[in-house]
């Protein structure tokens, strides 16, 4: 089967063109091509056309905001799930040690599925072994003192999809204890927070990848409140809309303390002011968002 012809930047040009797309400064619009890719660009221009024609209204340069405000939209929300990690990893590290010592996280007796346990300190060791040469804190503990590295430590070595898997095989009275840290309620708030985790890993994993969340549609989504499901925008057929990345930021309005959440609020504030073009409701903001957070 034959597969896609090789389009040259100024053939890529030609097809946007043919499809009613206004091209204002076309050295500058060749040159975003050429750094950006084609392919990857069209995912941002879908709001601005129908059946492959663009809107009569539709300029490159809105394609190229939409692009660059996701980008630093993205980034924006790293920052802030780097904060959730850390703690995350701290709290766990603290409640566990507490409970079953520094270096328990190696008995697999403490968690529910060996199996999977096994899985995550396998691959935490390999990352252990690569950067062994270039950490001091590894180095202090492997070489200069031959111990096994203790946990509030070791949670270094873990990803946040790590953390998250390890907290939901954690034994329950664990669990409870982290919840509660986080102001949830024991019982149904360790199977809460399990979930939030798997959010924010979900959140984490796009952005750092580079992945679109402009006019993203989850699967997944995220588990909320009645009052946070009220806080939701509702689409066409008057039904709230819970899948777009609004409901993964109510969940970080509960992870982070109020003056962190201020802060993410107040930045994205600003980026919405750098790009006035970009409609918030593709990320299923609401029209009075900033007042209702």
């Not at 750094?35 to 601005?48: A, F, W």
């Not at 904060?83 to 007796?109: D, R």
């Not at 509030?152 to 009275?173: G, M």
């Not at 959010?199 to 946070?228: D, V, W």
Request: hydrophobic content about 40%.
């Amino acid at each position: 089967m034959p597969g896609k012809e090789f389009k040259t930047i100024e053939e890529q040009l030609e097809i946007l063109r043919s499809r009613g797309l206004t091209i204002e400064d076309v050295p500058s619009a060749r040159d975003f091509l050429l750094h950006n890719n084609y392919y990857r660009l069209s995912g941002y221009s879908l709001t601005l056309r129908k059946n492959d024609i663009f809107f009569q209204s539709a300029t490159f340069q809105n394609i190229v905001d939409i692009y660059r405000f996701d980008h630093e939209f993205r980034h924006i929300i790293l920052q802030y799930l780097e904060i959730i990690e850390v703690q995350m990893k701290s709290v766990y590290a603290h409640e566990f040690a507490k409970a079953h010592g520094p270096v328990g996280y190696l008995i697999p007796t403490f968690f529910t599925n060996k199996a999977r346990h096994r899985e995550i300190i396998d691959k935490a060791e390999k990352q252990k072994a690569q950067r062994l040469p270039h950490e001091a804190y590894l180095k202090h503990f492997v070489n200069d003192l031959g111990q096994d590295i203790p946990l509030w430590a070791y949670v270094d070595l873990l990803t946040i999809s790590d953390i998250s898997f390890l907290y939901a095989i954690s034994e329950p009275a664990i669990q409870d204890a982290v919840a509660r840290v986080f102001g949830l309620s024991m019982g149904k708030g360790s199977s809460i927070l399990g979930s939030y985790m798997h959010s924010m890993t979900i959140i984490r994993n796009l952005c750092a990848h580079g992945c679109r969340i402009y006019n993203r549609l989850f699967e997944q989504k995220p588990s909320l409140n009645k009052k946070e499901k009220a806080l939701l925008i509702k689409n066409s057929k008057g039904e709230l809309d819970n899948a777009h990345f609004y409901g993964f930021l109510l969940i970080m309005r509960r992870m982070l303390s109020p003056n962190e959440f201020r802060k993410l609020k107040d930045s994205i504030i600003m980026l919405k002011k750098k790009y006035p073009f970009v409609r918030m409701d593709y990320y299923g903001f609401r029209g009075d968002w900033q007042q209702m957070l």
